[in-house]
């Protein structure tokens, strides 16, 4: 593409005002949804080129083991086997079952496989700890004391309160299930290497496959990488990495002379593509008569496999406020475990948090014989966002038949007959501010238009918000924007983690498409005798501001380029994006308490998220975040066994998650007009996935008037709750 | 997957001679939603598999003087809307429970009884009674949240995985048996056997054996009955305990009364002094409530599935009382 010169950047740059946005803020289905729905987008799972190879892992069957030998002569000479790569040589230790030790590739997947176990590897095995259990029943050498933390005088605290709640609560370790498995094809040409990845990080891989493949003796430059992404099956926080079988699967194509595609099987995604870390907590929590908060204590423990997993900070949302403070004091343990890697899962952390924060002042309120709803209401100023909360509280209350619905806990239990209905409520925040972005924008002379980003679509709507900018900024329809994303040789762009995506490429795109246009109205303005600031693009035309008589269309304007297409570009820009938001989520349920099932009935979210770019996709967001909330609400856990330290569940048969007829009825309502909109953007991924678990639970709680102390909340783990009280069993 | 013989024959006899007299050499193949995922897993690793799918005589639900014949092919799909199967709600609520329509449209009748366990331990590698190398049985120290809490004296722990076998018992129903020396028919109660050591398998099929089809006795016609099934999902999901109950009444009054549990043992297990405590009683919620109670009271809970002998008790006291509802 030719260059042009560009004018300086906007001094200052802004979001069309409400009664000036055509698309930004409406429902628009997403670009590429008829491409997904039949089938004709490629993911990197579908790409096949000629003469590839498929390549498998062989991976550690032992928890803790040293490797003592590695004899791959039988696999080496199995039909169609082409090339082997060892991730791992002997001596080295694997630390969970799942850990890659080589890759090999052969003309076809069950070639590959067979040879796959034909790989001899001999282990001394070390004595393995795979127990999700407390610090306590833990050996010294598996512990890290994270943090101790104090603010303020939590003893005064809990001599002042009237009420002092202590409970226990927690989760487990759970994985990511992305539709799509981790995995790439790669494909070299002389020295340069292409990539499709399924990743979360299209513009950032490159330098990761360079490096790691320096390390396996070849040499190859980030310049040399490029990375292919048009469209992603799901990351969820799993996906930023070139990981062992990346660089493998590189490592394959270049000594076999052949492309080669390595995509993880099912049971190794669950083994070794990641977890969520556990996180429990021993709580104790006081309050006044009245429900206002007075102290927070918290010794909290949890596992991410071999690290640490990031130390949490707890209370959650309720007493994040500096000011007024909740006196607190908080610590945390790692436990160190065998069972696999852990790796940021949508929102890290804070699930976990917010099930402990949540559920513990639930139960306060029920001890304080309060109404949660007020309860919570009352303690808002503890919150960083009083204001927002209240709102989204009385939001969710009215669409979920709160204040008509609601019982006290006991009175729920005497309902007639075995199902009893309950209804829980949860508070969840997260920052989401935009990443470093860059885009450009081409506009041709034949009026066609271009915007290009070095980032990815993870299924979230990312392609059609770029859509979206690019179109309003530059009056035109939807349509007549092609979005260009999933490839290292656009503009680079943010991983997209951290609900970083939609502010990031928002404003970089609203940025590079203002550029675009004001050189275009500069380059007609003469046309149209008047200066270009009194020009303006709209509904495919661009015209003198107040005056549509005196306009060209948009393709006649573009005409005037001549032959040398106008190219501009943006960046993220601060002024247009904003950080923090708040969310409300509340859950009905109901529980057969002779059989301990819990079903959702209705479960509503409330967020905020600033200026909403497609409500649509926006909306959904809301929706995928519920189901998987209530996934790992009811049904999700890795199971371990002490003994072998095997996974037992590394399968969708045993690791459940809802089908369509588990989920129950959806609602979501996203704020948005003054007080949000002129926030700027704000990311969506990741906050409404927060709060199902402790709504769902709270709703449990009240549904059986005890609480059911950890996720997920299974047929067992209810009624033990229900016996422990003396039972409705 | 393993490498194997691959054998289409379009008769029965033709199939028979295809098999080995000794399990794990050959597997019969039916509609491939166990048999190949325990072959991709090497769970399976026969050195030839031979495909049922083209013998005709397998097919059809048929009714005569003897009750009804429903052939071993018939799919779980066939069997939900064949009319004959409208007086068996037991059987129906089975067959509805495996909620997934690719497991109905594929999954058979025979497969059903003669799939394999689905213990994790089992499915992991460990064998059917799930022993380490040290010969240590890993189920009751391990997880055992599904398996078994009645007929777990060892050394086998898990749930039989059939939920067609505890209606069928409980209907009376028999299976006809083809085999290298003419064929046999056994009861279905003797179909499932508790495996003493790791060459035996959990059903009384010898391996150079065919199953050919199920009957249902024509008595069978005049029971109420039900299934009760608990499953944590609506989405396809393995029950966590079930009970299937047939009861011949006149009047209010139980004549006779047959309750089988299902996933709860190594086989469909028969809740004999259930059965005893309703005969001659007239059914109510409390009666049910109280045969629920008698069915579970030889259980004995492993370390995890205490809660599967209240889910077992709730399942027969739920399906005594949907039988006793629905006509015969
Ligand atoms: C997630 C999941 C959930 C499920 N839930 C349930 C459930 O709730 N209840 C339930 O009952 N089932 C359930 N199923 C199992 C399903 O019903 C069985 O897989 C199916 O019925 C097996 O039938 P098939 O014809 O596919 O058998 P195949 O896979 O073909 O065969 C299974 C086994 O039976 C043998 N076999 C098959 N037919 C014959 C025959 N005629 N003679 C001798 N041997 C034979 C085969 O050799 C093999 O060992 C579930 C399966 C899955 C994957």
Redesign the pocket.
Known sequence: MAETPKPPAQATIEWPPAERRRLIGQRISRLDGPAKASGRAKYSYDVNRPGMLHAKLVFSTQARARITAIDTSVAEKMPGVRAIHLILQPGAEVRWVGQEILALAADTEEQARDAARAVQIRYEPLPHFVADVPPEQAGADRLQQLREQTEGDPEAGFQQADVILEGEYGCPVITHCCLEAHGQVTEWNEDNLTVWASTQNVSGLAPQFAQGLQAAGIPVQASQVRVLTPVMGGGFGSKFAADTWGVACAALARKAGRSVKLMLERDQELLAAGGRPSMYARVRVGAKRDGILTAWSSESWGTGGPSTAGTPNLPYVIGAARNPLLPKRSRHTAVFTDIGPARAWRAPNHPQMCLITMCALDDLAAKLQMDPLDFFLKNLQFTERPDVYREELLKAADLIGWRQKWRPREEALRAKGPVKRGLGLSLHTWGGRGHNSNCLVTLHPDGSVEVALGSQDLGTGTRTVIGIVAAETLGLPLEAVTVKIGSNEYPPSGASGGSTTVGGVSSSTRDAATNALNQLLAKVAPALGVPAEQLEAREGRIQVKDDPSRSLTWKQACARLGTTPITATGRTRAELISSGVGGVQMAEVSVDVETGIVRVEKMVAVQDCGLIMDLKTAESQCYGAMIMGICYALYEEKIMDALTGQCLNPD??FYKLAGIGDIGELVVHMMTGPGYDERGVIGLGEPPVISPGAAISNAVANAIGVRVPYLPLTPDRVLAALEAKGGAV | MQAFEYAEPKTLNEALGLLSSRWGET????????????MKNYV?TPKRVVN?KRIAE?RGIAEDSEGLRIG??T??QELLEDQHLARFPALTT?AE????PQ??N???????????P?CWYFRNGFGLLARDAQGRALVPEGDNRYHAILGNEGPAYFVS?????PPLIALGARVR?AGPSGTREIPVAEFFVIPRNENERE?A?RPN????EVILPATARELHNATY?V?QREF????LATASVALELRERQIRRASVVLG?VAPIPWPALSATALLEGKTLTEEIAAQAGEQAVAAARPLSKNRYKVQLARVAVKRALLAAAQGGA
Not at chain 2, 27 to 38: C, F, M, R
Not at chain 2, 236 to 239: C, K, Q, R
């Open positions: 969708m048969e | 597997e019969v193949l039916a509609g491939g939603t166990d048999l190949l995922s325990l399976a049922l397998l071993a092919l799919t779980v089975a429970g495996i909620t997934s497991i109905r594929m999954g058979t009748v025979g497969g059903d009884l003669c799939q394999r689905r995985a059939s939920s067609f076998g048996i059903i099929l054996e065919i199953l050919t099934e499953r396809l999901d393995w029950p996933h």
